[in-house]
């Protein structure tokens, strides 16, 4: 006498896990073996590119990628989020679509002494041919309280030295041959936005007991600095700490901590940056500059190629 015994969802699905590890085995048997016969019977190993080991200045660096010429903005976190959202820096880009790429080199929380060590990989193959301009934007962090809270502390640096690292950013870039250079001082600082940002960040008890990283009259002393600078090497200034103050509510309006740009605040430092750019140098206006490539309606129909051909003889 027999008896039939149903399984279990629990038995089916053991039985079944087990059915298929057993066939992934068999695959991989088969697919291996294979491989390893094939391998052996043409005695040559696979020859992969390893890109992780190609420098990379190499990769970005090659011609064929880097064509069009240059504008390259040089800074702190000032610069590093003007490609954000309605960021200085992408009005820059959008303007100079086709005609020029502009380059962020933006570096949150850097001064100017550690920008100086950056320099031979950011500009090492700049000339004066495929760099049109750079913006030089440093002081914010400089400006850093050496007194402050110890996190920012870190970033101070004297003022005096804070000039000389700017004119030697200067020298070594008129030494590439690149003379159009506008700096900016570091804008003003809103206090109670940092006051607020500190709070945020540690808390209402433990802000009270803080200075503040950062205070407008102190960075005041960087701004001067920056322009003294520009004029000791005759180079284009622009007067963010004061022209951001004569705003109506600038401190709410242009800042959303204190320190760093509102949507506002950018499209401000974008107005008064590119209508530096058309007045002082007006070969730089992006009307002045010719697209790469022709528009589509120009291309030959019948003879695509030709267009083309036309055009990279003039690169």
């Not at 520009?230 to 509510?249: F, S, Y």
Request: proline share 5%; with cysteine; aromatic share 10%.
């Amino acid at each position: 006498m027999s008896s039939s015994h149903s399984k279990s969802p629990l038995e089916l699905l053991v039985t079944g896990t087990i059915v298929s590890l057993l066939a992934c085995l068999t695959i991989y048997h088969v697919v291996n073996g294979s491989s390893k016969r094939s391998s052996s019977s043409t005695n040559k190993p696979e020859q992969r590119p390893n890109l992780y080991r190609i420098p990379v200045a190499e990769i970005t660096n090659m011609s064929y990628i880097i064509k069009r010429p240059r504008i390259i903005l040089f800074g702190d976190s000032l610069t590093e989020k003007s490609f954000s959202f309605g960021g200085w820096g992408a009005g820059l880009a959008n303007n100079y679509n086709r005609r020029a790429d502009v380059v962020n080199r933006g570096l949150s929380g850097y001064n100017t002494r550690w920008a100086l060590y950056t320099m031979p990989e950011f500009f090492g193959d700049c000339t004066k041919d495929n760099t049109l301009l750079v913006t030089l934007f440093f002081g914010a962090n400089d400006a850093a309280k050496p007194d402050g809270t110890p996190h920012s502390a870190r970033q101070h640096v004297p003022v005096a030295e804070y000039k000389d690292n700017l004119l030697k950013v200067v020298d070594q870039l008129r030494e590439k041959g690149i003379q159009r250079i506008v700096m900016l001082t570091p804008p003003p600082v809103y206090e109670p936005g940092r006051k607020e940002a500190q709070i945020q960040r540690v808390g209402a008890a433990e802000a009270a007991k803080l200075e503040l990283d950062r205070t407008n009259e102190y960075t005041k002393q960087y701004a001067d600095a920056c322009k003294e600078a520009a004029k000791q090497a005759d180079a284009v200034v622009i007067d963010l700490w004061t022209l951001m103050q004569g705003e109506k509510d600038w401190g709410t309006k242009l800042f959303n901590d204190g320190l760093h740009f509102t949507v506002e605040g950018n499209q401000m430092v974008y107005d008064v940056l590119q209508r530096t750019i058309n007045t002082t140098y007006p070969e730089l206006r992006s009307e002045n500059l010719a697209p790469q490539f022709p528009n589509w309606d120009a291309i030959d129909l019948a003879d695509p190629a030709s267009t083309f051909k036309e055009a990279y003889s003039k690169s």
